[in-house]
């Protein structure tokens, strides 16, 4: 509430050993409140033995504003050593002042700011904590692949009606994100391969460039991005708040591996629906990727089509699919175990969930390179 | 002493790194009896169940399960104690993809050879023994809290365990459900016989319906005292258990506290 009254007001006098504080105005809330850091700075900056005394003006309005800067100072003054002449003052200050010492302070609380190590600690905490890291990867890929041996010999379940529900999130509700994505890149290889092919007259050779641009890259990568950010982030943010909920150390007690009962599902619903989803987007891409050449070069369908044939073989479209197993494998395993890795709070949730985004591209990414260059070295 | 014991936590320390929670814990908790683990926030009450339940390892120290360390026990022999264990946790920890329905007959799925019409009349049933008959096909989300933890506690009871845990059963419950919650808590131990380790700091609950309470000092790390509620009470052995124990019972009691000043 804005309080109406004359603008608050607070000066400083030194008289020999006391420190006058003069205070007068409207001291509230909601009112405007006068620049102290001068004050403070003064009384800091004092030496020997101080007293510290208020002066009230008549008419004085306040509330905890007057009595918090109150406050500030005999903690100041009681770091320094100085009196401080509270007695004067009105009641009900004084009772504003109570009531920020009835609770006492917790001793260990004021630890916590002062603890900053030195950089070489700083760097050393930090490699174990990444070393650290990427066990606690290796130890879930372990955990997750024992958990699928045990699945196809029979000594696991899955629950289906969780498993069918996934699936079905995860890739028909994806349908028209992926669409819209790859028909935009298809369109845009299209249009700067076909800018650029102009030049040397040879616009016939943008299906090349569109083929093998799609099948081989752009398809997978674009859908595994898309699904890192959709369904990898989704994975995470799931995970993470049964896992506030307790809703994970209740499995563990009963007996039941969360990894068959949360992850695998997941697993398996991703590891199965991104090479459909690459292959829906490969479609698409090479299809915008026509419509753009024919309509803006004129190159017309069946010379299109012909001439990728010609040169975009089999195992293009092969290595592409490969990729996009890789790629689903990757973004759930990001987004399980950064939802297992969720620490407590709501917060929590929203970074595990950056977390496996960021994971999941970076593995997608890395991994797409790797695959590149051994597939260069093979000659596919 | 006659009393067989179920649980031997020894010399049991519990840290998180470098902090040490509680330091040279050393308690039983007696067959068929009802042992509260008290203390203020943050004196590691919640943490002392966890490591009970095997969700935290202990820094230093052993808990045992009978005759069995389970500290030091394997995965399989640790999962079969468990399997004897019910756990509600602080807000029902229901699983929420599934309904309350699916949620108490997943133990029973997992661990039985129970055909699916067995398993929904043990279902039926002990969503009755909540009160909570008729609510199977609803999710936990469109439960109130107090029904989540009735559902957790049915959940919980699944199995006709031996020993049940409740972490906090009636924080955030209003008093008439938290009064509910604690006839609910004794009903069970009489039907079930089952041995219950309640961790609270709401001295209410605890002064209806435990045998024994745990007192962890929450300055001085260690255990405060132990004993029936009404014993504490009157010989505390510490200042900090008197405190602790007054000031509660004040509430309870309807008393006034000593000064009218908000505290």
């Not at chain 1, 009772?95 to 916590?112: H, N, Y």
């Not at chain 1, 970076?362 to 260059?373: E, M």
């Not at chain 2, 029902?92 to 067995?118: C, H, I, Y």
Request: aromatic fraction near 8%; charged fraction near 20%; charge should be neutral.
């Amino acid at each position: 509430m804005l309080v109406k009254g004359r603008k608050a007001q607070a000066g400083i006098l030194e008289e020999g050993n006391a420190l006058l504080i003069n205070l007068g105005g409207s001291w509230c809330i909601g009112s405007q409140l006068p620049d102290t850091r001068g004050i403070v700075r003064q009384i800091e900056a004092a030496e020997g033995e101080k007293e510290i005394r208020f002066l009230l003006e008549q008419g004085i309005q306040y509330d905890t504003a007057l009595a918090s800067f109150i406050f500030r100072l005999a903690r100041i003054a009681r770091e320094k050593g100085f009196t401080i002449e509270l007695d004067p003052l009105p009641e009900q200050l004084k009772r504003l002042l109570e009531l920020g010492r009835k609770v006492p302070e917790k001793e260990d609380a004021a630890k916590k700011t002062g603890d900053s190590a030195s950089w070489i600690a700083q760097l050393g905490s930090e490699v174990i904590r990444r070393i650290y890291g990427m066990l606690e990867i290796a130890t879930f890929t372990g955990e997750w692949v024992l958990a699928f041996i045990k699945l196809v010999s029979g000594k696991a379940r899955l629950r289906w009606e969780d498993f069918w529900h996934i699936l079905r999130t995860v890739s028909l509700d994806a349908l028209p994100i992926v669409a819209l994505i790859s028909f935009l890149v298809g369109a845009i290889i299209s249009f700067l391969g076909a800018v650029t092919l102009k030049q040397f007259g040879a616009e016939f050779a943008v299906s090349y460039l569109v083929g093998y641009g799609i099948l081989r890259e752009m398809g997978a990568i674009m859908t595994g991005i898309i699904l890192a950010g959709r369904t990898g982030a989704a994975f995470a943010a799931q995970i993470g708040s049964m896992k506030i909920n307790e809703e994970i150390d209740a499995l563990r007690t009963l007996g039941i591996s969360p990894i068959e009962f949360i992850v695998l599902p997941r697993l398996l619903a991703l590891f199965l629906m991104m090479p459909l989803l690459t292959l829906y987007s490969n479609v698409i891409g090479i299809l915008s990727g026509w419509v753009v050449a024919e309509g803006l070069m004129g190159v017309p369908g069946p010379v299109f089509f012909s001439e990728m044939q010609s040169v975009v073989g089999l195992e293009d479209f092969l290595l592409g699919i490969f990729k996009s197993f890789v790629f689903g494998i990757l973004v759930a395993t990001a987004g399980c175990l950064r939802g297992l890795q969720c620490g407590s709070g709501a917060g929590a949730v929203g970074i595990a969930t950056t977390r496996a985004v960021v994971a999941g591209i970076t593995l997608i990414v890395f991994s797409n390179a790797v695959i590149d260059w051994a597939a260069a070295t093979l000659g596919v | 002493m006659a009393e067989k014991i179920q649980i031997k936590v020894d010399n049991l320390t519990m840290a998180y790194g470098s902090f040490v929670l509680q330091r040279d814990l050393n308690f039983d908790v007696r067959k068929g009896e009802i042992l509260a683990i008290m203390g203020p926030s943050g004196c590691g009450k919640s943490s002392l169940l966890k490591h009970m339940l095997g969700l935290l390892e202990p820094a230093q120290g052993k808990i045992h399960y009978g005759n069995v360390s389970f500290t030091d026990a394997r995965r399989k022999v640790r999962q079969s104690i468990l399997r004897r264990c019910g756990v509600l946790y602080q807000n029902g920890a229901l699983w929420s993809t599934m309904t309350v329905g699916e949620n108490v007959a997943l133990p029973l799925q997992e661990f039985t050879s129970l055909g699916k019409d067995r398993i929904a009349e043990i279902v039926d049933f002990k969503l009755s023994v909540v009160g909570l008959k008729g609510f199977e096909s609803y999710f936990p989300s469109e439960l109130s809290g107090g029904m989540r933890k009735r559902a957790g506690l049915a959940r919980a009871i699944a199995l006709d365990p031996d020993i049940l845990f409740f972490d906090e059963p009636s924080a955030g419950l209003d008093p008439v459900s938290s009064r509910n919650l604690d006839e609910l808590i004794l009903e069970t131990r009489k039907s079930l016989g089952a041995t219950i380790v309640l961790v609270s700091h709401e001295l209410p609950s605890i002064f209806t319906v435990a045998d024994r309470a745990v007192y962890l000092d929450a300055t001085e790390r260690r255990m405060g005292g132990i004993g029936s509620p009404h014993e504490l009470l009157q010989n505390p052995p510490s200042p900090a258990v008197h405190a602790f124990l007054t000031r509660n019972h004040s509430e309870r009691t309807g008393e006034k506290p000593s000064s009218n000043s908000p505290s």
